[in-house]
């Protein structure tokens, strides 16, 4: 089993930033180097949308056009761990995010929930106006 743990959610004011992290363990955590994560997001009443995605070693990303130049998706595989960097945020941008991990081996670059596997529970991030 994988546990995936997200936080630093918060409130936070218009214009300002957040990171958020997600720590990965559990039984298989040593695939960690191996495997695409990514990051999607629920606001209330609407769809869980992608958000961003990196690759098994973090040189390549994929963002939704909704967050990029704002957002950054980086891990660090010493750690098991990845991060969303989310500056100049904006009200809509409240929601719960997740992390979720791609299978191992599997492409790193895909935008359809079902194509992750295991999931955080979410933390909540919500900005003010």
């Known amino acids: 089993q994988v546990q995936l743990e997200e936080s630093g959610g918060g409130l936070v004011q218009a214009g300002g930033s957040l990171r958020l992290s997600c720590a990965v363990s559990?039984?298989?955590?040593?695939?960690?180097?191996?495997?695409?994560m990514g990051w999607f997001r629920q606001a209330p009443g609407k769809e869980r949308e992608f958000v961003a995605a990196i690759s098994w070693g973090g040189v390549s990303t994929n963002y939704a056009d909704s967050v990029k130049g704002r957002f950054t998706i980086s891990r660090d595989n010493a750690k098991n761990t990845v991060y969303l960097q989310m500056n100049s945020l904006k009200p809509e941008d409240t929601a719960v995010y997740y992390c979720t991990r791609r299978r191992p081996f599997e492409n790193w670059n895909t935008v359809k929930s079902g194509d992750y596997d295991y999931w955080g529970q979410g933390t909540q991030v919500t900005v003010s106006s």
């Open positions: 559990g039984r298989t955590f040593n695939n960690f180097n191996n495997c695409g």
